[in-house]
């Protein structure tokens, strides 16, 4: 079981820690078992001759990514990102200051890459990859959520994620894998989504989603599996299917498809918008993850591909389905090409269900009682791959905008939280990454400190009661870590569950007495 | 590998086998955790485990809350009740004393 720690006390104001040297020292997460790390194709176990192997690995990785080699070479230690990481600020561990982890993989780098490390390594710090750097490196790279809030304050705009994926990477080449991201992929890979649910259970789920939908509201809202020929394929987080809050933003995207009067679907062969491939760091398994999904729109033979609220996923779609998988533009390969004679171009492709449901909005399409949700004053959480790795509607800073005009559209109390903690700046929930287990729950817990205390500050000043998020971990990490910090924990909603709250539904035209009669065969 | 009467259990204390489930485990399981195996609690662990055969996976949270709903009284069919009888989540400890195994993914 996951260790004891005590949970700390939220400050009032966000300071720099005094530095604790080794607070955070550990084993790290489970390690994945040969079972999880064979059908991967990585090592069942650490191998022997890891050191050659992971030396090999990271020239193999420089060379391949040029921004690695940048990264590993440009800092000046100018500190800029010292203060700038949410594990730093919440555990006082130094290791956690972004240019610490950094210099993890980069003191390795020049001792075996750099003429001066080769020769003079004290000189330059250039040290040996032995043990107990690689349990380092296995401990604190799994200590970074890869938000990417360090880059944006970096003057050089060093990624300390890349490093941190090219860490893992390493990881995983000499048969060191984690247990939560190793065996979740063997499912998406398998099954088709994160939390292995096979065609029958996703199928089931849905229907008895519609039949309580159709109950509480009267109309038939469908949630279509597989259906060939529908013009939008949605791929969305399995979470949606499964977890609470998200699968109320499900009703949510159910119902403005509805009033849309669009067809679409969801596909069971590509039943996950989560691609964890992308926290291991593995170019080859995020492909392979993303292919399911032009296999899927191919298949199914849809116009357009829609992302669910998942926070990663986008930054997936919206960065590298291009080349990964050819929905985009770009595309060079037979089933890349096929796929973009196939797509409807006067669409984004893919396409973000906020940038839809804001165009819907924009065109007066739907209509809203904002009244339902008077009783929530309603702030917003940018999860990080979002803010910092994508865009929405095409105009700058859309990906900030375009969710809270959605949200604004629906609900009459709306406030920002502190302008450093949000949009391009905004603070990682503490569980992205590939962290979002119970294993690492401590560091969950101190890493979600900056962004609790100025939710904190919000709940104070403004009668805050709820908050919204379009990103699966960043909803279940809250879940989990409100109550701690004296939070209610359902205070956290999907920005579609806001959308749900407000839409008014057209009723189908039926006359009075079948009404009637309908409402008493149900009961 | 640590054990509970005999049968192998991972890190997280769900067992490695899932055939190797027994009452008595799930007994030995709850009592670890300080919790009494009341008969509303059978009835959870009893519909993950008809579940679980069905399909392969536990069921969705909603999917389980309609399910005591339904067996229980509506009073009872929410995740509140559920985590007031599974304090660790009706998820993750319910499914770990029904012996199924942990639910996973962006949870």
Known sequence: MAKEFDIPVLPTYLEIPELKEGIMDGEGPFKSAQEFQKPLGFPGEKIDNWQQVAIDKMGELKSKYRSVQVFLDSCVKCGACTDKCHYFLGSSDPKNMPVARQDLFRSVYRRHFTFAGKYFPKLVGAKELDDDMLDDWYNYFHQCSQCRRCSVFCPYGIDTAEISMAAREVLDAVGIGQKYCNQILGKALTIGNNLGLPEPALRDTLLDLEEEIEEETGVAIKYPLDQKGAEILLITPSADFFAEPHIDGLIGYGKVFHQDGVSWTLSSYASEGANFGMFIGSYDIMRKA???????????????????????????????????????????????????????HRYPQPQHIIEYTHD???????????????????????????????????????????????????????????????????????????????????????????????????????????????????????????????????????????????????????????????????? | MADILGAEVDEEGFLVNLGDWTKEIAEQMAKDDD????????????????????????????????????????????????????????GKQGCRFAGLPKPTGCI
């Open chain 1, 360 to 523: 819907l909005i924009q065109r007066g399409k739907l209509t809203f009682d904002k009244s339902a949700n008077d009783d929530r004053t309603v702030t917003f959480h940018d999860s990080c791959n979002v803010a910092r790795a994508t865009n929405m509607g095409g105009i700058p800073g859309g990906q900030f905008i375009l969710p809270r005009d959605v949200i604004k559209a629906v609900c009459n109390n709306y406030v920002d939280m502190e302008r450093s903690t949000i949009k391009e700046s905004t603070f990682c929930c503490g569980g992205g990454g590939g962290l979002l287990t119970d294993d690492l729950m401590e560091i969950r817990t101190k890493g979600a400190i900056p962004r609790m205390q100025a939710l904190k500050a919000v709940e104070r000043d403004n009668g805050v009661n709820t908050l919204t998020a379009i990103c699966a971990i960043c909803k279940s990490q809250f879940s989990k870590v409100l109550p701690k910090f004296d939070f209610d924990p359902y205070m956290i909603v999907s920005v579609h569950q806001l959308v749900s709250e407000a839409i008014i539904m057209d009723k189908p035209q039926t006359d009075t007495d079948d009404a009637t009669s309908a409402e008493t065969a149900e009961t």
């Open chain 2, 35 to 90: 919790v009494d195996l009341s008969d509303e609690h059978w009835d959870v662990i009893n519909f993950l485990r008809d579940y679980f055969e069905e399909y392969q996976i536990a069921p969705a949270v909603r999917v389980l809350t309609k399910a005591i709903a339904k067996r229980m009284g509506k009073d009872k069919g929410n995740s509140k009740y559920l985590y007031s009888l599974f304090p660790y989540g009706p």
């Open chain 1, 290 to 344: 993303a292919l399911r999904i032009r296999k899927a729109a191919l298949d199914l033979e849809v116009s357009r591909v829609m992302v669910g609220e998942c926070g990663h996923a986008w930054r997936v779609a919206y960065s590298f389905w291009n080349t990964l998988s050819g929905v985009g533009a770009g595309a060079t390969d037979e089933f890349g090409q096929k796929l973009q004679d196939q797509l409807d």
